[in-house]
């Protein structure tokens, strides 16, 4: 099949309220594509529709041409790892034990972590530069820190597809270009699917190749960057004006918000 | 603190050590007691049972000491140690899966299932039954495991059950439960003592029944909850991320349910309710080795065993020969030695 995923009619009630409405989207292998749109547009809950995690009111989701309904929770954890964006570890593990976990779904039951396992865990935080962190305790790392060693324990858990809710928002500049750097390496070097919500729009459009536009629980448009991130979408939307910019003369658009009156 | 495979080893040569040390204090709680019988007799008469050793020791015993030692104190100091085991691991379990360091392995309302079985027994003035096995013990495994499918079944949701659920319907229950003894009580009141007696826990009486009825379960539950360490380590990161892992959450909380259930229902069998062993132990330990559970799992068995076989024999022979119920004991030592634990902790650094 072409497509490694599919949404069809996708639709998802919080009780009464209606969250998202009949979305359709298919995803190619290989490809990086960042979901953006307002607070409150429903990415995370799209996200976690595509992860299992919410189980839709109507619609499917297919991982491979599967109706993801029909994998294990270990099944599915083989195919596609998560980026959470709230990190909260209350619990003294080691940073390199946080990223062994990222192995869970290709050990058995009664399978112990191999030496291959922790390479497998040290080159994953090699690529976040996390490695010198190994054995210090996670809460002792700072909030980018941590969400750094979560990103190499998707990494680690050596899947196709990853899934990343606002992976970059709470890391400096330096290490936001960085880890969207990996993510673009991931992506054109490894062969992985990755989806990635994102607030920045114009580091979005910078990185991705494709970009899907949410308003209100709806698919509002979909395509490349420089299709969907028009100054007039961006005041439909985000009801902000803004000013489109070439800086590197190249055809990403570069929004530029007006901030004064 | 490094990572559970750089401790490995470290760790797995002090449990060989901690286990040896269970079992030459194990000995020891043998030799000391109300009867007059001196230490070596009392080694000897252990040894003359063992299968290689036994040439080398030739003396003969009289049939009451032989009595005393092997069929009253080791039965007794190997159920405790059983016991301690048992609770400290359900009592880790407990702690890991609701995520709550408050938790103890009675928070699902075993203890008040078990307790309600336990009064019933004796109101009823059964005594001993099935295989020497005494009917309490029966009848409160029953209202044990009655109570938590009875906890469960209120608890469960449509998709899942969440941990909040079970905790109000396992205090739902126990009060309810607990009020009915308190009810049947009163109407008996020529037992009232009996019942008191065997709510706060103790292990006169034990025989080789009970090491019999204890073991395979308390074993069981160990090992099982030992297989799902690693689950247990990644529900802490929350259910979600759980699930993301590859961890089928439902069933793994269902069986790590029954089993500390099990687990605790055929501790407080033979043995009546005992406090602060499956909520200390565990915090202790965690103290000591951090929240890994499959190094958290095999020390707090190890830890508990210990504990409950010294604390038992204190309780045995502190005020001879008057036995103190070791549930007071227990409260005694450990809730100071926590304190203590947890001063040293928040004086460190960090």
Request: aromatic letters at 8%.
């Given at each position: 099949?072409k497509?490694?995923?599919?949404?069809?009619?996708?639709?998802?009630?919080?009780?009464k309220?209606?969250?998202?409405?009949?979305?359709?989207?298919?995803?190619?292998?290989?490809?990086?594509?960042?979901?953006?749109?307002?607070?409150?547009?429903?990415?995370?809950?799209?996200?976690?529709?595509?992860s299992?995690?919410?189980?839709?009111?109507?619609?499917?989701?297919?991982?491979?041409?599967?109706?993801?309904?029909?994998?294990?929770?270990?099944?599915?954890?083989?195919?596609?790892?998560?980026?959470p964006?709230?990190t909260?570890?209350?619990?003294?593990?080691?940073?390199?034990?946080?990223?062994?976990?990222?192995r869970?779904p290709?050990?058995?039951?009664?399978?112990?972590?191999?030496?291959?396992?922790?390479?497998?865990?040290?080159?994953?935080?090699?690529?976040?530069?996390?490695l010198?962190?190994?054995?210090?305790?996670?809460?002792?790392?700072?909030?980018?820190?941590?969400?750094?060693?979560?990103?190499?324990?998707?990494?680690?858990?050596?899947?196709d597809?990853?899934?990343?809710?606002?992976?970059?928002?709470?890391?400096?500049?330096?290490?936001?270009?960085?880890?969207?750097?990996?993510?673009?390496?991931?992506?054109?070097?490894?062969g992985k699917?990755?989806?990635?919500?994102?607030?920045?729009?114009?580091?979005?459009?910078?990185?991705?190749?494709?970009?899907?536009?949410?308003?209100?629980?709806?698919?509002?448009?979909?395509g490349?960057?420089?299709?969907?991130?028009?100054?007039?979408?961006?005041?439909?939307?985000?009801?902000?004006?803004?000013?489109?910019?070439?800086?590197?003369?190249?055809?990403?658009?570069?929004?530029?918000?007006?901030?004064?009156? | 603190m490094?990572?559970y495979?750089?401790?490995k080893?470290?760790?797995?040569?002090?449990?060989?050590?901690?286990?040896?040390?269970?079992?030459?204090?194990?000995?020891?709680?043998?030799?000391?007691?109300?009867?007059?019988i001196?230490?070596?007799?009392?080694?000897?008469?252990?040894?003359?049972k063992?299968?290689?050793?036994?040439?080398?020791?030739?003396?003969?015993?009289?049939?009451?000491?032989?009595?005393i030692?092997?069929?009253?104190?080791?039965?007794?100091?190997?159920?405790?140690?059983?016991?301690?085991?048992?609770?400290?691991?359900?009592?880790?379990?407990?702690?890991?899966?609701?995520?709550?360091?408050?938790?103890?392995?009675?928070?699902?309302?075993?203890s008040?299932?078990?307790?309600?079985?336990?009064?019933?027994a004796?109101?009823?003035?059964?005594?001993?039954?099935?295989?020497g096995?005494?009917?309490?013990?029966?009848?409160?495994?029953?209202?044990?495991?009655?109570?938590?499918?009875?906890?469960?079944?209120?608890?469960?949701?449509?998709?899942?059950?969440?941990?909040?659920?079970?905790?109000?319907?396992?205090?739902a229950?126990?009060?309810?439960?607990?009020?009915?003894?308190?009810?049947?009580?009163?109407?008996?009141?020529?037992?009232?003592?009996?019942?008191?007696?065997?709510?706060?826990?103790?292990?006169?009486?034990?025989?080789?029944?009970?090491?019999?009825?204890?073991?395979?379960?308390?074993?069981?539950?160990?090992?099982?909850?030992?297989?799902?360490?690693?689950?247990?380590?990644?529900l802490?990161?929350?259910?979600?991320?759980?699930?993301?892992?590859?961890?089928n959450?439902?069933?793994?909380?269902?069986?790590?349910?029954?089993?500390?259930?099990?687990?605790?229902?055929?501790?407080?069998?033979?043995?009546?309710?005992?406090g602060?062993?499956?909520?200390?132990?565990?915090?202790?330990?965690?103290?000591?080795?951090?929240?890994?559970?499959?190094?958290?799992?095999?020390?707090?068995?190890?830890?508990?065993a210990?504990?409950l076989?010294?604390?038992?024999?204190?309780?045995?022979?502190?005020?001879?020969p008057?036995?103190?119920?070791?549930?007071?004991?227990?409260?005694?030592?450990?809730?100071?030695?926590?304190?203590?634990?947890?001063?040293?902790?928040?004086?460190?650094?960090?």
């Open positions: 099949m497509h490694i995923i599919e949404v069809k009619n996708l639709t998802w009630k919080y009780d309220k209606t969250i998202l409405s009949d979305i359709n989207l298919s995803i190619a292998r290989g490809t990086l594509t960042g979901i953006i749109g307002p607070n409150g547009s429903g990415k995370t809950t799209l996200l976690k529709n595509i299992s995690v919410l189980k839709p009111q109507r619609g499917s989701v297919f991982i491979e041409g599967k109706d993801i309904l029909d994998y294990s929770a270990r099944q599915l954890a083989q195919k596609m790892a998560f980026v964006q709230n909260n570890m209350d619990f003294d593990f080691t940073a390199l034990d946080v990223v062994l976990m990222g869970n290709h050990l058995g039951r009664f399978q112990e972590e191999s030496q291959e396992d922790i390479e497998i865990a040290q080159n994953a935080m090699r690529m976040t530069r996390t010198e962190f190994q054995d210090r305790k996670i809460t002792t790392l700072s909030g980018g820190e941590r969400q750094r060693v979560i990103i190499a324990r998707a990494i680690a858990q050596e899947t597809i990853i899934l990343m809710d606002e992976p970059i928002s709470n890391l400096d500049i330096r290490h936001q270009v960085d880890i969207l750097n990996l993510i673009q390496d991931l992506v054109q070097n490894h699917t990755i989806i990635t919500v994102l607030h920045d729009l114009n580091l979005a459009a910078h990185f991705c190749e494709e970009v899907l536009l949410l308003k209100n629980g709806r698919i509002y448009s979909k490349t960057p420089k299709e969907v991130l028009t100054p007039d979408t961006v005041k439909d939307v985000y009801e902000i004006k803004v000013k489109s910019l070439n800086p590197f003369s190249d055809d990403t658009p570069h929004l530029i918000p007006y901030l004064s009156k | 490094k990572s495979y750089a401790n080893r470290k760790y797995g040569l002090l449990a060989i050590f901690l286990a040896l040390f269970i079992i030459i204090a194990g000995l020891a709680a043998c030799t000391v007691g109300s009867a007059n001196s230490i070596m007799d009392s080694l000897k008469m252990i040894m003359q063992v299968p290689f050793v036994r040439q080398w020791i030739g003396a003969e015993f009289s049939s009451t000491h032989q009595a030692v092997l069929n009253l104190r080791l039965p007794r100091v190997i159920l405790a140690a059983l016991v301690g085991a048992g609770l400290a691991v359900s009592g880790a379990v407990f702690q890991g899966m609701f995520k709550n360091p408050m938790a103890d392995p009675y928070v699902l309302g075993v008040s299932g078990a307790a309600l079985g336990a009064t019933l004796i109101i009823l003035g059964l005594r001993t039954a099935l295989g096995m005494a009917w309490i013990s029966i009848f409160a495994f029953c209202g044990a495991v009655v109570t938590i499918f009875m906890v469960y079944s209120l608890a469960r949701g449509k998709t899942k059950t969440s941990v909040t659920a079970l905790l109000l319907s396992g205090t229950i126990s009060s309810l439960i607990t009020a009915c003894i308190s009810a049947l009580m009163i109407f008996f009141r020529n037992r009232m003592e009996q019942v008191i007696l065997w709510t706060m826990g103790s292990f006169s009486g034990a025989g080789w029944n009970d090491v019999l009825w204890a073991l395979p379960l308390i074993l069981l539950g160990i090992i099982v909850s030992h297989l799902f360490a690693r689950d247990l380590n990644i802490l990161s929350g259910d979600e991320s759980a699930l993301h892992l590859g961890v959450v439902e069933a793994v909380k269902k069986i790590l349910l029954l089993t500390g259930s099990l687990t605790t229902a055929a501790s407080v069998s033979v043995s009546g309710i005992i602060f062993v499956g909520l200390m132990v565990p915090h202790i330990v965690r103290l000591l080795v951090g929240p890994d559970h499959r190094v958290l799992i095999p020390f707090s068995a190890l830890a508990g210990l504990f076989m010294i604390t038992d024999t204190i309780a045995r022979t502190a005020a001879n008057i036995e103190i119920p070791v549930g007071i004991i227990t409260a005694i030592f450990g809730g100071p030695f926590f304190i203590y634990l947890l001063k040293r902790k928040k004086d460190s650094v960090v």
